[in-house]
């Protein structure tokens, strides 16, 4: 299944649900929550993500049955979800006061790309094919990739220069074997 076609099956559930359909809000909901849920990640430490994101559901259900608002643009239903989950986080953290325990983790530019296992799976061939020192400097990364490139280096025992020069062969194999899989990368890319 294709991004867009996610996509286009969001819309189309988010649609029908005006029309009062509880089934299809739930297969609405079932596509949204993962990017919900990873847009709320920088509250974790501070609100109840669960009380959010139930929230969000419920003040979208009444969005999809108002018959003066319809939502336009593509992927417009989710954009204007992730808005009211950040929105009802930033309500939370004023009745809490917990504002502190926000991490700085700065917010997603774009909606983020729904899952797709299939892109998935090539990834994780494309990785487990990688030779051993970048592919363990790309493991480092992308599991830890908010440390520094330095600590991330020391962490896997390599100096800093050959740990970056790693890093950028994997990128360079990486994106060689996912375009051999049929994976463009500027399609996937932001």
Same mark, same amino acid.
């Given at each position: 299944?294709?991004?867009?076609?996610? $996509?286009?099956?969001?819309?189309?559930?988010?649609?029908?649900?005006?029309?009062?359909?509880?089934?299809?809000?739930?297969?609405?909901?079932?596509?949204?929550?993962?990017?919900?849920?990873?847009?709320?990640?920088r509250f974790a430490?501070?609100?109840?993500?669960?009380?959010?994101?139930?929230?969000?559901? =419920?003040?979208?259900?009444?969005?999809?049955?108002?018959?003066?608002?319809r939502l336009e643009?593509?992927?417009?239903?989710?954009?204007?979800? =992730?808005?009211?989950?950040?929105?009802?986080?930033?309500? $939370?953290?004023?009745?809490?006061?917990?504002?502190?325990?926000?991490?700085?983790?700065?917010?997603?530019?774009?909606?983020?790309?729904?899952?797709?296992?299939?892109?998935?799976?090539?990834?994780?061939?494309?990785?487990?094919?990688?030779?051993?020192?970048?592919?363990?400097?790309?493991?480092?990364?992308?599991?830890?990739?908010?440390?520094?490139?330095?600590?991330?280096?020391?962490?896997?025992?390599?100096? =800093?220069?050959?740990?970056?020069?790693?890093?950028?062969?994997?990128?360079?194999?990486?994106?060689e074997c996912l375009?051999?899989?049929?994976?463009? =990368?500027? $399609?996937?890319?932001?």
């Open positions: 299944m294709t991004v867009d076609s996610r $996509e286009e099956m969001l819309e189309t559930a988010f649609g029908l649900a005006g029309s009062g359909d509880a089934d299809a809000f739930a297969a609405w909901m079932a596509i949204a929550e993962y990017p919900l849920r990873r847009s709320l990640a430490r501070a609100v109840d993500v669960e009380v959010v994101v139930q929230e969000t559901f =419920l003040r979208m259900w009444l969005v999809a049955c108002d018959d003066t608002r643009g593509g992927n417009a239903s989710l954009k204007f979800a =992730l808005g009211v989950a950040r929105n009802v986080a930033h309500e $939370e953290l004023r009745k809490t006061r917990l504002i502190q325990f926000v991490n700085e983790v700065p917010e997603p530019a774009s909606i983020p790309n729904l899952p797709d296992p299939a892109l998935g799976k090539a990834i994780n061939e494309c990785m487990g094919r990688l030779p051993e020192k970048p592919r363990t400097a790309l493991n480092a990364r992308v599991q830890d990739g908010h440390l520094r490139d330095r600590d991330l280096a020391a962490g896997v025992r390599m100096k =800093l220069n050959t740990f970056l020069q790693n890093i950028v062969r994997a990128r360079k194999l990486m994106a375009e051999k899989r049929g994976v463009r =990368l500027e $399609e996937v890319m932001p």
